[in-house]
Structure formats: structure tokens, C-alpha cells
């Protein structure tokens, strides 16, 4: 199985019409089984279609063609209109959201979060390129083109989730060479607020019955390493974990912005080298380097087993 | 981006917020004027966007304008920590009965703004809440509802907090919190927030930091506190070769080539995306590497701005060669960085197979890069040479 998405998810796609919107249906909808895409919406351009997509100028509208609720939404319109499509997603019944734009306000985020939990809907980013099944459907950019995508991703048993969408397809491709493929990796997205953090999707992860190990990658900033690791410790360490931890370099600059918005060092607990000590209290592996990854997975893999 | 004291209080102050009496002075004569207009004892603080002030002598106090003058044409002179002051701020002095700390920030975990409030002013808030924890109220605040005053009540009788104090607090802390949501704060702090001998409250201090996406959305209230737009506000203001970085990012609206900062080494570095980037730097220092900047390309820049970042970086005094670095790329094109980094080495006379010490990007249109590449008889590398191993290459092919 999988985690949020599978072969018969539905989605649609709001901000449809722009170029990178574009290609990221193009991807979708040649991966895998076929994204069903069953719609998209850029107001004012009703009645055009996107590689046979047809768009319309409200979600509702969209929901009232598909005839019946619909599951998902890949959200790419500008940062200033972001909040507005998200809301007008969530009250469109759609449960899923996942946000690639970046650069939104950190209080435009919040509200979006906080609107999706009074509705019981998810938000996966935003600044993220989505999920993929691999093999089965991917939602969002991720992976980008099919045929590229499907050079990187390997369906398997590892769950991959990763604060920055590049090092996503980057791990898993590591994995996917090594033989170890992926039951659903997750661009997390960067910035401070997110939507869905890692101890968020660990629940998930581990009721799936394909998943049997996590690789997360992740940069200084923040407390969710520290929230994982507590997720961990409470739960009961249902997976064993393997993370990599980027921007080391950072902790000798702190208040210096790099890479993603939630990039800066602003407290003590905010370091690589705090962060690598408390999940490795959790009992996670912390990896080097890259390539290091799957044989601490399979080392982690063969403990359980033992076990 | 950090506001300075000044800016702060006068975000606070049109937020509805009494504060002290006072005002910024760029020279010893506007601070004698500002002296005289509040007419009384001062303080004369310096305006710089680092802690330690009162240690380094960058706040002192005046019973007169002269004197007032005096202190600031000093200074005005004094360098805290690796900052010059923008300025001072003169400010009447106030008979404090007692000092109150109000603020709120962001809680990443939780999603929602936390307020915080105690009866302990003047100390850092990390201070009371490590010593005195009953001495620190806290409260989340939702970010879809307006903000109402039972919310900050609640915060403020947390610790004990009554009688007129309580109630006069009150419409403060909600004015601090919708000032927050309303300005996009990340940060928005009163400390002190002092209570007058008459019961009345004053902000003395504040301490506000906007978040820079939504600079944008507050453009009016920025160009009214004379906050430029190429001011970054960062830990250091950003270098010639930074601001030229940001130039070249701005030159067109297709992805990124820039986010550039400046480092002293003699390996150039045109490397992406964000977290690749950040991979890729801790791992050429792992393997002895000297970088010359830290840069982001990604989001499919045009050839353009490949090429004039790689262009920079090429220009950097000291740089001997560049590296080309990427995690694999699912939208930006590996051709059209490719053709963007050959043509600035061709531009600037360089032979690229000489100039680039390798190249590594994989993702989408790898075969006409590498064939591009291969043309130009440039060092590359796919999929399967991992970021650690590419820059180990780097970084052997340019010793420090």
C-alpha cells in the first residue's frame, strides 16, 4: 500500500493554466497508472482544457462536473492568492491539499493549517513538490518528468520524507540503485510552518502495511527533529528511522538565512549538531552521507528481523 | 528582517501603544534637538541590530540637551560588536514603578502565534521562563478568528496579575497581538513594558522582526520608516558580490540563480537546489574545499541567469575554478544550465574544460547536457557519482 495517495485518488489542479502548472499535469497524468485528474481551475479561463483537463473558473464548479466530492488538490497559484485557493479547496470538500508555492507569508500558512484541521483536511507544504507512489501516481512535480521519475523511483518498502523536494528524488534514486525501493515518498516542503510534519506522517507510516524503514532528510531550523523524536520515544519506535542532515556548515553562522525559508539557525535548538544529538538519543540514525543511507537501512532492517 | 528600536517603537506606537516620549537623531545636533523637545532627563541609545548595547557604553544617560548631545556624538562613533549605529534614540526618561515583558512569536509546532506575557520585565524572557516558570503566561491565538481580549486577560491573570493592572493591560497585549497577525511579525516584543508611578504603561523597548515574504504586502508602512528595499537585515548586510548575486536573480521571473553569499575561498560554487546546496557545501569543506560563496540555482532559471551567475562566481578575486553541482533535477533543465555556464566561461575567454572543475547535474534533458558537455570537453558526471563524491572531485581539482 501506500500512505495519502493511491491509484484511485482524484485531484485537480488550481492554477492550471500556468507553465509550470502545465507540465506538472503532463507528469502526472503519463505516471505510473495515470493521475486522475479530474480537473483544473485558474478563474476567468473556464472552458479551456490542459492536456485534455478541463478547467473551470471555481473549485465548485470542478466538484459539480466530477459529480461527487473530490480527494485532492495541487495548489500552484502565485503567494498572494495561495491562501484564498486553499481555503476555497477545503471548502470545496477536497481533503488532501498539497501546496508548491513558495514564499508564502508565515500567517497565511497558519490560517491555511488551522482551516484544513476544522474541516478535517490535510495540507501537505507548501515550498514542496508533492507525493509519489512509485510506480502508481504521483501528485505534484515531484520526480519531475514520467520517464525521470521512474529512473529515481522503485516501488519498496522505505518511506521517504524530506524537508527539501530535490534531496526527495536524490534519496530515493540512492535507494532505488542500492535495491531498496519506496512505498511513498513525501516532499515535506521548507518553510517554517508546514503543514504536515514528520511526526504528523509517522502515524501514517506506520500503519502501512508496506512500510518497513523511514528515511528523512533535514536542515537546521526548527523544532520538528525534535518533535519526531519525541513521536518516536512515546510510540514506541514503530520503524526504525535513518535521517541525513544537511547544512552542518550552518551552525557557525547563526541569523544567516540559506536554502528554505525555515533555514535559520535562531536559537540553540535550532543546530545541526543539537538536532543530530536529539534524534540520535531517539534512537535514529543519522547518517554522513548520502550514499551511507541504504546500508543503514538494511543494517536497521536486519536488526528487526532478528529481533 | 529585524527592525531597529526606533522603527519598533513607532510600529508599536501606531498600532495604538503608549510608548516613551522621544525620538531618532542621525547627528549630536538632531539629538540635542530631540533633547529639547522632551524637555527633561533622557536616555540616549544606540541604534544598532545587536544585543550587549548597555555593556559596550552604547546607551547612556543626560539631565540636559548638552550632555544629551555629548553622549550621542560618542555614540554615534561606537562600533558594538561589528556594527555601526544607524543613529540614536533619544528618549525621555521614565519613573518605572515596575517593568512587565509582553510578546509574541511563532510556535512552529503548533502552527499558531504564542503570546507571552510577565511580570518580570527588563530580563530576557528566556531568563524568567528558565528561573521563574510560574512567572511566565502563555497563550496560542488562532490565525482564521480575530484575536478578542479575554485571550490576553486570561495570559495576563495567569500570573497573578489584578485589579487595574490587569484591566489596563488588557487592550495592550491585544493591540501587541493583532499588530502581530495584522504586520506579519515573526517577533513583536515590548521589554519593557513599564508601569508608571500614575498606574499608566509605556512601552520603553521594543523588539520587532517582519517576515521577509510579506515585506511586500507592507510596502507603505516600510518606505514610511525609510526601510529600504536592499536592506536585508540579515546577522551582516549583504556584500557588493551578494547584492550583484541578487541583480543577477532579478534579471528575469524564470527560477533561481542567486541567494548568494560571499566566503573567502578559491573554489567557486554554482550548486542547487535549496537542500542540494546545502548538501553540497557541508561536503566540499568535508573533503578540504575552499568555497567562494554559497549559491541556489533551480526552479528552471533561463540560460541567462545560469550563465550570469556563473559568471560572477567565475569573477570572484581568488577564484581559480567553478563547480557545478546539483541533486537531481526534476524541473530545472541539466541542458540549459549547461549551455548557461559554457557560455560565461566563452564570454569571460576561459576554456570551460578548464574553468569548470566538474559538472553534476542529473534530472530531466541529462542526454543534451551531457552532450553538450562533452562537446566542450567539460568533466561531468550523472546519477550514479553521488553529491559527496562530486564534490570530493571539486575539491581535489582546485587544493587549497
Redesign the interface.
Known sequence: MSILVDAGTTFIVQGITGREAVNLTRECLDYGVGASIVGGVTPGRKGRDVHGVPVFDTVAQAVEHHGGPIDGSVVTVPPAFTKDAVFEAIAGGVKLVVIVTERIPRADVAAMVEFAAMHDARIIGPNCLGIIVPDVIKMGGIGGPAKDAAKAYSPGPVGVMSRSGGMTTEISSTLTAAGLGQSTAVSIGGDAIIGSTYAELMALFAADGQTEAIVIYTEPGGRMEAQLAQWVAENGDPLPIVAFMAGRFMDEMPGMSFGHAGTIVEGKEDTASEKIARLAAAGIVVAERIEEIPDLVRSKLAERTAA | MRFYEYESKEIVRRAGIPTSKGGFAKTAQEARARAEEVGGPVVIKSQVLTGGRMKAGGVQFADAPDEAAEHAARILELEINGHMPRGVLVDGRVEVAQEYYAGVV?D??R???VMLFSDMGGIDIEEVAERHPDHVGRGHF???LPFSDFQAKQVIASVGVTGRALTRLTPILTRLARLF?QR?M?LAEINPLAQLADGSFVAVDAHMEM????R??HAELLADLGVGEEETR???EATPFEIAGEEVDAQDHRGVAG?V?EFDGNLGLVI????????L???V?AHGGKPAN?C?I?G?PSVAKACGLAKLVLQKPGVEKIAVM??????TRVDIVARGVIKACVELGYEPADKIAIFRIP??WEEEGFKILERYGVPYAD??V????AAKRAAEAVPA
Do not use: C, H
Not at chain 2, 517576515?211 to 510579506?214: G, P, S
Not at chain 2, 542547487?272 to 548538501?279: M, N, P, V
Not at chain 2, 553521488?386 to 563524491?389: G, R, T
Open positions: 511563532w512552529g509546532l502552527k499558531q502565534p488562532s490565525n482564521v497577525v506579519d515573526t517576515e521577509n515574504e510579506a511586500g504586502r540579515e546577522a551582516r541567494n553569499t542547487g537546489a535549496g537542500g542540494g546546496s546545502l548538501t557545501f557541508d561536503a569543506r554559497y541556489e533551480g528552471n546539483m541533486s537531481i533535477v526534476s524541473n534530472g530531466a546519477r550514479t553521488s553529491l559527496n563524491e
